[in-house]
């Protein structure tokens, strides 16, 4: 189960800089399938339960929006 990215603007840090506040964490499912063979012929799996093991964490994301600094452009 992947995880969502949340953005947010802030005046802190440079315009075009990003500061990842915290860290996504993928979350993870378990499924459980019925597997049946019928005359020696494998059928095909039939998914009979899903349960939710370990929550997706949102990674959070500062989108920096204050000025440049002065300096050398490139």
Do not use: C
């Not at 499912?29 to 039939?46: H, W």
Request: hydrophobic share 30%; net charge positive; glycine share 12%.
């Amino acid at each position: 189960m992947p995880y969502a990215v949340e953005r947010s603007g802030d005046g802190s840090p440079a315009a075009g800089t990003e500061v990842v506040e915290r860290e996504g964490r993928d979350g993870a499912r378990r499924v459980m399938y019925l597997l049946r063979t019928v005359n020696g012929v494998r059928q095909r799996p039939r998914k009979i339960d899903a349960e939710v093991v370990r929550e997706p964490v949102s990674q959070v994301v500062r989108a920096g929006t204050g000025p440049r600094a002065a300096g050398n452009p490139r």
